[in-house]
């Protein structure tokens, strides 16, 4: 039996579409878990990110951080949290949150940087504030790469929950779990494809928002 036939056989079956282990339950969990880790990443990452862009100071310092929170196993990371602090839904978002963390970090600070200094001079000129010359004059410029970290970190959010299944959550990782443990390559493969499909999707919506955000004249140039 292919891929396909696999593939045919889980979404054709009405079981899977209803009650707690439906597709509608299990992907509202998974979409559930991906936004809340990914509001914390963001919160934690844009302000540093955008604070030292600004200013042009600790550059290096982020580096160190992004490589060693993209050198941690997420799995690895899992276990170790369970074990310190139990079952639940902080042990799973932490090594989410420490993998979604340095995409937006670095590409923030370097967004920040990559805008051209003769209006922000321009702006000092002036008189203005720096807060004011923060958001009104870099963050439009930069927005389109601050983006782009944003997507970056939801997509592998979106790839990764899945690893909450193996601490008993829910999410579409349930599906590849269950369907391992019981040898149900038909629901292993399944759940592989909602999870494609939503990362799709979850891509879909930041080209969208990036056409809704950013000014023409930004995006053209």
């Given amino acids: 039996m292919n891929v396909l036939n696999f593939v045919n056989a889980f979404f054709s079956d009405s079981a899977h579409w209803q009650g707690y282990d439906g597709i509608p339950a299990r992907l509202g969990e998974h979409v559930r878990y991906t936004l809340e880790a990914l509001a914390l990443a963001a919160a934690i990452g844009l302000p540093v990110g955008l604070v030292t862009g600004h200013y042009g100071r600790g550059g290096n310092a982020l580096s160190l951080v992004a490589t060693a929170g993209r050198a941690l196993p997420s799995f690895g990371l899992l276990v170790l949290m369970t074990t310190l602090l139990g079952f639940g839904m902080l042990p799973v978002m932490i090594p989410l949150v420490v993998l979604a963390v340095p995409p937006i ?12 200094p003769s ?20 963050l439009p410029v930069a927005l389109p790469l601050i983006l782009s970290g944003l997507r970056s970190a939801a997509i ?12 008993s959550l829910g999410g579409l990782g349930r599906y590849i779990v269950d369907g391992l443990y019981q040898r149900n390559y038909e629901k292993v493969v399944g759940g592989a494809t909602l999870v494609a499909v939503l990362a799709l999707v979850t891509l879909a919506l930041f080209w969208a928002a990036a056409r809704a955000a950013v000014s023409p004249g930004v995006r053209r140039s």
């Fill in 105 to 116: 970090l670095v590409t923030t600070y370097e967004a920040m940087r990559s805008v051209d």
């Fill in 119 to 138: 209006p922000v001079d321009a702006a000092r000129g002036m008189g203005m504030h720096e807060s004011r010359i923060l958001f009104q004059v870099e």
């Fill in 156 to 167: 592998q959010i979106v790839s990764t929950a899945t690893i909450a299944a193996y601490v």
